[in-house]
């Protein structure tokens, strides 16, 4: 799996949670359907032409890994810590005070920061930015803030 579609999930997991306030084996059911109706759709998209190579791309493509399910049990599990790192590291502002996805973001980043060393943090932080992209930032002022907060948070666990 691309680990930025992982990533895309963990935030709409997250989400769900924070929405619904579900469990976290009811929200890895919802991802796991609903990757598999994207997939059956991808299937549909090209059964007339596909090839053994492209059947293969298509598994793999849609395959949940290691990586989307420790993001989002990582996050879950660790939610409180994240929710006080976050809170440390905004300065004027409260996470409640965040909307519903940039708060998912922020605290699927603080898992990864805090939590997977094996990606850097600039990496982690570039990711992030391009979520707001995707899910929030109508009008930029949402890339702006949340840099500002991974910047800081990043800088908190340098020193």
Request: net charge negative; aromatic share 8%.
């Amino acid at each position: 799996m691309i680990r930025h579609f992982a990533r895309q999930l963990a935030v709409q997991a997250l989400y769900q949670k924070e929405v619904g306030k579900l469990e976290e084996t009811e929200v890895i059911q919802n991802i796991e359907a609903m990757v598999a109706a994207m997939k059956e759709e991808a299937y549909g998209l090209v059964e007339d032409n596909i090839t053994l190579a492209d059947l293969n791309q298509l598994e793999e493509q849609f395959r949940l890994d290691d990586f989307c399910y420790g993001l989002v049990r990582g996050s879950f599990r660790h939610q409180d810590e994240l929710d006080s790192f976050i809170e440390a590291n905004i300065s004027g502002w409260s996470l409640n005070r965040l909307n519903k996805v940039d708060k998912a973001i922020l605290r699927l980043a603080a898992y990864e920061l805090k939590y997977e060393k094996e990606t850097a943090p600039e990496v982690v932080i570039n990711e992030a930015l391009e979520l707001t992209k995707e899910f929030t930032n109508a009008d930029g002022k949402a890339t702006a803030f949340n840099n500002k907060v991974l910047d800081q948070m990043k800088k908190s666990l340098e020193a």
